[in-house]
Protein backbone atom coordinates (compact mmCIF):
# COMPACT_ATOMS: atom_id res chain seq x y z
CA UNK A 1 0.00 0.00 0.00
CA UNK A 2 2.61 2.25 0.85
CA UNK A 3 4.31 1.62 -2.50
CA UNK A 4 1.33 2.34 -4.06
CA UNK A 5 0.85 5.71 -2.56
CA UNK A 6 4.15 6.81 -2.77
CA UNK A 7 4.36 7.11 1.03
CA UNK A 8 7.79 6.97 2.84
CA UNK A 9 9.48 8.17 5.80
CA UNK A 10 7.77 9.04 8.43
CA UNK A 11 4.49 9.38 6.58
CA UNK A 12 4.53 5.36 7.05
CA UNK A 13 3.28 5.82 10.69
CA UNK A 14 0.27 8.04 9.55
CA UNK A 15 -0.09 5.19 6.53
CA UNK A 16 -0.37 2.68 9.65
CA UNK A 17 -2.81 4.45 11.58
CA UNK A 18 -5.29 5.38 8.42
CA UNK A 19 -5.25 1.31 7.21
CA UNK A 20 -6.12 0.00 11.27
CA UNK A 21 -8.87 2.52 11.58
CA UNK A 22 -10.19 1.83 7.72
CA UNK A 23 -9.87 -1.99 8.40
CA UNK A 24 -11.72 -1.73 11.73
CA UNK A 25 -14.50 0.43 9.80
CA UNK A 26 -13.85 4.17 10.67
CA UNK A 27 -15.33 6.52 7.90
CA UNK A 28 -13.04 9.09 9.01
CA UNK A 29 -10.61 10.47 11.16
CA UNK A 30 -9.88 13.61 12.65
CA UNK A 31 -6.47 14.48 13.23
CA UNK A 32 -5.03 18.10 12.98
CA UNK A 33 -1.94 16.94 11.46
CA UNK A 34 -2.02 18.86 7.82
CA UNK A 35 0.13 16.16 5.94
CA UNK A 36 -1.31 13.71 7.49
CA UNK A 37 -1.33 10.74 4.76
CA UNK A 38 -4.83 9.07 4.94
CA UNK A 39 -6.00 6.01 2.25
CA UNK A 40 -8.90 5.95 -0.17
CA UNK A 41 -11.91 5.38 1.85
CA UNK A 42 -11.14 7.29 4.90
CA UNK A 43 -11.44 10.82 5.41
CA UNK A 44 -9.25 12.76 7.68
CA UNK A 45 -10.84 15.71 9.31
CA UNK A 46 -9.75 18.59 11.35
CA UNK A 47 -11.78 18.73 13.92
CA UNK A 48 -11.08 22.94 14.57
CA UNK A 49 -10.91 23.65 11.42
CA UNK A 50 -13.63 26.62 10.35
CA UNK A 51 -16.64 24.98 8.80
Known sequence: MAAGLDV???RVF???IA????DNGAAE???RDRG???VPGLT???PLAAP
Do not use: P
Not at 19 to 22: N, S
Open 44 to 46: AID
Open 8 to 10: TGT
Open 19 to 22: LTAF
Open 29 to 31: IWT
Open 14 to 16: DLQ
Open 36 to 38: FRS
